[in-house]
């Protein structure tokens, strides 16, 4: 009689097995009837048979190489009016009362160059992903003269402002070699790497070391173009649509897809004289780069940030991390027996054009550094070209590449923590969860409250000075698992927030209500508030699993 029943349950759950997946199935040839009624312009490709398209290779996976998600489909837009289209036809699937509940249930998900690092441009088997890299291609530079009117062309075209109008799925490098090769032009506020897109970068904030004077990536755009969670396509500025403008900026790709940004260029120098100072004390590396952030413009460097190393031979994580040359040695007898397990470098760079006389340059560097007190004779110093210099990542990731690691996971870390808690975290975090550092850069310098406009959708910490730390994490064969690299990130969290410091997630990535509500603070609200103005079936952005897709709106 067991074995009986046994058996009645198991045939059971077969067919109620076999009727989901029929109902699947069936759900699935509604959404792509659906997709395939858009009539884009550009391509479609299906999932329906597991396909191993590059198309579907490339979305579905992500940069840090820890989540893998096939979506319904991944679409290849020719411009603008495909994202319209697809914005609508979802729309409009969830709307007819001729369609099933289950189908009410469509994503669509953004992918720039694919340097998510969880899983944030992906979405599932309901969602679509759009890959932006040849939408909308065209970077032209524009000026705007003193009468308020705009012209094609450069510096000299009308003597007023200048600025570049670029595609959102155009790479920062890309900009930089057009506007610089062009016109002797560049953005003020950049990322280290370059190899990101416009709209990626600006839909998060984009720091580098820069953004001390300048702001963030996000404080130098004056008018974007975007597609709204509710298909329309707006141009929005500051003044024009302003909302819609500051919501997308940093806006985790939540309100709108950005489809073209103009930046703020200025001119650009020939030359960058490089600079890295070694540490031993935190507190005199941190006073050091704040003294030198908040100075007056002609009193200070061009880029300032920094990074912790471990004091040992690792030659990973240890002292040759720090020479900008490999004909310059790391001399270990110069750092006090008195230092930690870690050690602290600052990285500056101080910009010149070809006409100015190196020894001019020599006095101005000297002048800046004389009275910082970092352990003398531990200092380096590079002479580049000012592309060579933003490009420098570049070159790591070829080189990364020969090596085969650049694929490899990345359990990547990014925080940003108020001054007043950047020595405990120091003391419990660098120097003992991280002494024997993460296998790549542990990246900190400070930031100014001031460069950043408190209209836009990023959360910052607490203070008018707070630092980004950036645990730069490589899966290298013979370090630790990805699970323990995991893991040790969790740990910090959890010391952060056991020790009661003011701190918030630089590229957040949350995956409950709660988390996410604490994340925003007293600006959650707005965030929700923005959403339901703009997305309000929560079709966008999926993968960041802020909001759930509901065929209602939110408020």
Same mark, same amino acid.
């Given at each position: 009689?067991?074995a009986?029943?046994?058996?009645f ?10 009727q989901?997946?029929e ?7 509604k959404?792509?009837?659906?997709c ?7 391509s ?23 989540n ?18 697809v ?46 890299r ?16 705009? #012209?094609?062309?450069g ?10 109008d ?10 930089l070699?057009?506007c ?5 032009l560049?953005?003020?506020?950049w ?6 897109t ?9 720091? #580098? ?11 130098n ?9 509710k ?5 929005? #500025? ?8 500051f ?7 939540q ?25 031993s ?29 471990v004091?040992?031979?690792d030659p ?9 040359? =490999?004909?310059?040695?790391f001399?270990?007898?110069?750092? =006090? ?8 470098c ?11 006389n ?9 002048k ?8 003398k004779?531990?200092?380096f110093?590079?002479?580049l ?7 420098r990542?570049?070159?790591?990731e070829?080189?990364?590449?020969a ?30 969860i ?8 542990m990246?900190?310098? =400070? ?6 406009d ?5 959360v ?9 730390v950036?645990?730069?994490r ?6 630790p ?28 990535h ?7 509500r604490s ?13 339901a103005?703009?997305? =309000? ?7 960041q ?10 408020l």
């Amino acid at each position: 009689m067991i074995a009986y029943l046994e058996q009645f349950v198991s045939e059971s759950e077969s067919n109620t097995k076999l009727q989901e997946a029929e109902e699947d199935g069936n759900n699935n040839n509604k959404k792509i009837v659906l997709c395939r009624e858009m009539e884009l312009q550009g391509s479609i490709d299906f999932d329906c048979n597991n396909s191993a398209s590059s198309n579907f290779s490339e979305a579905c996976k992500d940069f840090g190489g820890l989540n893998q998600s096939r979506p319904l489909g991944v679409i290849k837009p020719v411009g603008t009016d495909d994202l319209v289209r697809v914005i609508r036809s979802v729309i409009s699937s969830s709307s007819s009362s001729s369609s099933s509940s289950s189908n009410n249930n469509l994503t669509v998900a953004v992918r720039g160059n694919g340097h998510s690092i969880n899983g944030q441009a992906m979405t599932d088997s309901n969602g679509l992903v759009i890959l932006m890299r040849e939408i909308n291609p065209q970077i032209q530079i524009v000026t705007r003269n003193h009468h308020n009117s705009w #012209s094609n062309g450069g510096c000299g075209s009308g003597g007023g402002d200048v600025f570049v109008d670029v595609g959102g799925g155009v790479l920062w490098e890309d900009v930089l070699l057009h506007c610089y090769y062009s016109a002797g032009l560049a953005p003020r506020s950049w990322t280290d790497y370059l190899g990101l897109t416009v709209g990626g970068t600006l839909s998060n904030a984009g720091i #580098s070391g820069q953004a001390f004077r300048y702001g963030p990536q996000t404080s130098n755009v004056t008018e974007l173009e975007v597609v709204t969670g509710k298909g329309e396509i707006v141009t929005c #500025s500051e003044n024009q649509n302003s909302e819609l403008f500051f919501s997308v900026l940093g806006g985790l790709g939540q309100f709108g897809i950005i489809t073209r940004a103009r930046i703020l260029l200025q001119p650009a120098p020939h030359m960058v004289r490089w600079i890295r100072m070694v540490y031993s004390e935190f507190d005199d590396f941190t006073n050091d780069a704040e003294l030198l952030t908040t100075r007056a413009e002609c009193d200070s460097f061009d880029y300032i940030e920094g990074f912790v190393f471990v004091n040992s031979d690792d030659p990973v994580n240890g002292w040759s991390s720090v020479p900008l040359s =490999p004909n310059k040695l790391f001399d270990k007898n110069r750092i =006090p027996k008195t230092a930690g397990p870690v050690l602290y470098c600052l990285e500056v760079a101080l910009h010149y054009r070809n006409g100015d006389n190196v020894d001019t340059i020599d006095k101005v560097a000297s002048k800046m550094t004389g009275r910082l007190r970092f352990i003398k004779n531990l200092q380096f110093e590079l002479d580049l070209s000012y592309v060579e210099f933003l490009l420098r990542v570049k070159q790591q990731e070829e080189e990364a590449k020969a090596n085969g690691i650049w694929d490899n996971p990345h359990p990547w870390l990014n925080l940003l923590i108020s001054k007043k808690d950047i020595s405990g975290f120091n003391q419990t975090v660098f120097k003992k969860i991280l002494k024997d550092g993460i296998g790549g850069p542990m990246l900190i310098y =400070p930031l100014l409250k001031t460069k950043w406009d408190a209209r836009t959708s990023v959360v910052l910490p607490e203070g008018e000075i707070f630092y980004l730390v950036a645990l730069l994490r490589f899966h290298l064969p013979m370090g630790p698992s990805v699970q323990d690299m995991i893991t040790q990130n969790q740990e910090i969290l959890q010391c952060c927030t056991k020790q009661g410091f003011d701190f918030k997630l630089y590229l957040p990535h949350y995956r409950s209500d709660d988390q996410w509500r604490s994340h925003f603070g007293n600006q959650w609200s707005r965030f929700v508030e923005r959403k339901a103005r703009f997305d =309000p079936m929560a079709i966008l952005a999926p993968g960041q699993k802020i909001f759930s897709r509901n065929s209602n709106p939110l408020l």
